[in-house]
């Protein structure tokens, strides 16, 4: 095709001169031309490299892990890689890029413009050498990645392997605290979800509130209070917010409590003249225990000894919100021992004194949903239920020395049992460690007979892993907190223990071991109080008193005030003081007068020994009466037999 112009377009594309035009003027192009890329072989070897290098990372890898998700990656690899027929395009790429031949004709090799082209600079990686931009950016990760750290996934596994197999490393038992609550039995313990306090309560019908970020190393309790009166305290628990307590007493009303102690609700006691439970308005019998709502703010459950579990409302006390009734295979009444929430608050557990456990659906009253009729033996207290942090797992400690597991979704058989655990309180607990795989109860034993323990078991399999000497009496209650990771323990000889380890512990105990004790003020007898007198005269003001240690250190300076107390005096006296004999003046004159042994005549004697020289000579008395004074006048004496004849008739005995 000919052009007449003096412009051609060139087989690229570009708009060139025309050869005539070219000679005529003696150049062949109006400046350099733009360099061409091919970039479909370029992106072709980016992906080859990144792939080459991914797939050898990964098969070094691949001999020491068994890792299902790196088996599919390979796969996926494998069919990305690139087909053999692309080589040519790959070796075409790798060749160093050149000029067009048409722009060479008539050019100076020794121009100085050679490096000068037209558009935008080209990336770093693109000149000299290979082409990898977008593919390798996306899979270098597994390249590098996977070597350097690699390694640190490597240790971290080894250190969790090797701590998944020796379970005793995860028990935070090292160091302990006592503190304690009284003389008898510390039946309840209750700790609030940040940690920073617990509450403990007896047989004594106390509840102590323990401040671990206030105490100091005395470890006294900031409160302690009576709120069921004269009943033995059975549950205590702070709800899932902190800020309310759960009492639950031998009495037939539970009562809610602030942090402070100060009473909030009180649930209403039934009629008990009432055969059909689920018509009375709340429990006419003993509690046993209580547990709040894990998610409902407000909600809490209790059992009692009227063959009920009923759920209550903060919010109404007068009332409860709904009741549920154990019965046996019969439908007989049975008492329930025990009860609690499942971990998300849908069930809810109870066990019973024929041993048998079931399970409701919180929102079906009628029929439990599980019902397993012989979990322990008929005529025992089961002590305590309670669920898994994943759900699936309910423990149950019986009082016929058992604790056993059972799979809630296939409730028909326990999944393990342990024996040999002595239990004497119908309250003694189990529960689960914060990662979900030790299973922690405590025994009982007579005092001066043994010792009462922890043991720790593996969930997996409810083997013994370990054991640990709390106290010559038993452990009633344990409890093993998340977040702080340490184990409080009730005990029945009236010590509450807690149990941590500096490393893998978290606050609780470990505020208040490192304070100090408070020394208590000797000097404070020294001090004046301070009046205060807002309306006095400026010349009567007393100065303001701004620190008690400056007023010690004044009143110390004072000689009156700082005076050393003089000791006894020995002997006689001397100075107005009187000698030893007690240091008192009464004690003087006890000694020296009052016991005088000198004179052993009669006292009437002694004084009547006077009389006649006072008759004689009368000095005090009888001269300043006796010119006034009328002569004496005494009754003639008659014989007794006839006085009666002559008394006045007013005086007469009455017959």
Known sequence: MEHSGPFEVTGTGAVGPHPQMAITMGFTAFGKKARTFDLEAMFEQTRRTAVERSWKTLEAREKGEEMNGKKQL???????????????????????????????DGEDSSDSSDDEFFGPPLPPKMVGGPVCTGDEDILSPLAPSLG??????????????????????RIPDSHEITLKHGTKTVSA????????????????????????????????????????????????????????????????????????????MECIKGDQYIVDMANTKGHTAMLHTGSWHPRIRGEF??????????????????????????????????????????????????????????????????????????????????????????????????????????????????????????????????????????????TSGHRGCG?????????????????????????????????????MVGTGNGLAKVYYDPDKSQRGAKLCVVKTQRKAKQAESLTQGYIITPHALPMFREPHQRSTRKQLERDRLDPPKSHKPEPPVAGPGRGGRVGAHGGTLSSYIVKNIALDKTDDRNPREAILHHAKVAEENPYWVSPAYSKTQPKTVFAQVESDDEDWKHEPELKKRKI
């Open 74 to 104: 390979r796969k996926q690899i494998e069919d990305v890689k690139p087909a053999p027929s692309s080589s040519r395009a790959v070796r075409e790429c790798s060749k160093p890029l050149s000029r067009d031949s048409s722009s060479r």
């Open 148 to 169: 350097e750290e690699g390694e640190e996934d490597d240790d971290d596994d080894s250190e969790d392997e090797a701590e998944e197999e020796n379970l005793v490393l």
């Open 189 to 264: 313990l209750g700790l609030d979800p940040s940690g920073a306090r617990l509450v403990t309560g007896g047989y004594d019908y106390g509840v102590k509130f323990w401040d671990f970020a206030g105490m100091d190393a005395s470890l006294k309790a900031f409160r302690s209070l009576q709120p069921c009166e004269c009943h033995q305290i059975k549950a205590l628990q702070y709800s899932n917010t902190g800020d309310m307590i759960l009492v639950v007493s031998g009495s037939s009303q539970a009562k809610v409590i602030d942090r402070d102690g100060l009473e909030v």
């Open 301 to 442: 459950m209790t059992c009692s000894n009227d063959a009920t579990v009923r759920l209550w409302e903060v919010e109404n006390p007068k009332k409860q919100k709904s009741v549920f009734r154990p019965r046996t295979m019969q439908g007989k009444k049975i008492i329930p021992t025990t009860c609690t929430y499942s971990r998300d608050g849908n069930l809810v557990a109870a066990a019973c004194q024929n041993g048998s456990i079931q399970i409701w659906d919180r929102n079906l009253t009628v029929h439990p949903e599980f019902h397993y009729k012989q979990a322990h033996d008929p005529g025992t207290d089961t002590s305590c239920v309670v669920f898994s942090y994943d759900g699936n797992v309910l423990a149950s400690r019986g009082g016929d020395d058992t604790l056993k597991l059972w799979d809630v979704r296939q409730f028909n058989k326990p999944l393990f049992s342990a024996s040999d655990l002595p239990i004497l309180f119908p309250m003694t607990d189990c529960c689960f460690s914060p990662d979900d795989k030790l299973i922690v109860t405590g």
């Open 451 to 487: 010792n009462g323990k922890l043991v720790f078991f593996e969930r997996r399999t409810l083997q013994r892993v370990h054991e640990t000497d709390v106290t010559d009496a038993s452990v009633v209650r344990c409890l093993w907190h998340p977040k702080l990771n340490q184990i």
